[in-house]
T-cell receptor, first 115, second 115 residues
Framework: GAVVSQHPSRVICKSGTSVKIECRSLDFQATTMFWYRQFPKQSLMLMATSNEGSKATYEQGVEKDKFLINHASLTLSTLTVTSAHPEDSSFYIC???????????FGPGTRLTVT | AQTVTQSQPEMSVQEAETVTLSCTYD???????LFWYKQPPSRQMILVIRQEAYKQQNATENRFSVNFQKAAKSFSLKISDSQLGDTAMYFCAFIPSYNTDKLIFGTGTRLQVFP
């Protein structure tokens, strides 16, 4: 149990376009989902925390108008990178926390390349 | 500040041997969660082991065990009978209180298992 999927696994887009990444908890309900960004050979940087049915909470320095997060149900959260630029190229990882549990379960990640 | 420190950027071990990865953390809370996550080359984050701070008994999951020293704020991971598939980046992480969802990560230790 506790499987989290992420789609797509890789995406290449042109500068100025928008990209949507989906994160789904497949076999449990996630009251809270998280979005991280990971640069090469570095740790995970938390971008935002999203709770089902409410607005996401963004970490300091993360532009909420650029990284739109929607948590429409207890099993789905989406991250939309709007007007993407090459500096947005990165590895994006989502995670989900099961209700009543402490640990987070992670999706396999999405590699975004903006050309 | 609530932080996690992993002082060993890289470690190596021979197959079948035992290796210990160190981790210290800082919090003023008495109730919190501690975790070790593994990130293999696939980049999928995998939960290795968890420990709740109120539990004195060290957590064990098959070949993985922890040495939790609450007073010293130390949470080391021991991997016994190392296997080639243990080669990965290992992140120590914690949720510093029961009042937050945020997972705070260390900088990681890259473990290489040699045949």
């Amino acid at each position: 149990g506790a499987v989290v999927s992420q789609h797509p696994s890789r995406v290449i887009c042109k500068s100025g376009t928008s990209v949507k990444i989906e994160c789904r908890s497949l076999d449990f309900q996630a009251t809270t989902m998280f979005w991280y960004r990971q640069f090469p050979k570095q740790s995970l940087m938390l971008m935002a925390t999203s709770n089902e049915g409410s607005k996401a909470t963004y970490e300091q320095g993360v532009e909420k108008d650029k990284f739109l997060i929607n948590h429409a149900s207890l099993t789905l959260s989406t991250l939309t990178v709007t007007s993407a630029h090459p500096e947005d190229s990165s590895f994006y990882i989502c995670s989900a926390r099961r209700q009543g549990a402490g640990e987070q379960y992670f999706g396999p990640g999405t590699r975004l390349t903006v050309t | 500040a609530q932080t996690v420190t992993q002082s060993q950027p890289e470690m190596s071990v021979q197959e079948a041997e035992t290796v210990t990865l160190s981790c210290t953390y800082d919090t003023s809370e008495s109730n919190y969660y501690l975790f070790w996550y593994k990130q293999p080359p696939s980049r999928q984050m995998i939960l290795v082991i968890r420990q709740e701070a109120y539990k004195q008994q060290n957590a064990t999951e098959n070949r993985f065990s922890v040495n939790f020293q609450k007073a010293a704020k130390s949470f080391s991971l021991k991997i016994s009978d190392s296997q080639l598939g243990d080669t990965a980046m290992y992140f120590c992480a914690f949720i510093p209180s029961y009042n937050t969802d945020k997972l705070i990560f260390g900088t990681g230790t890259r473990l290489q298992v040699f045949p």
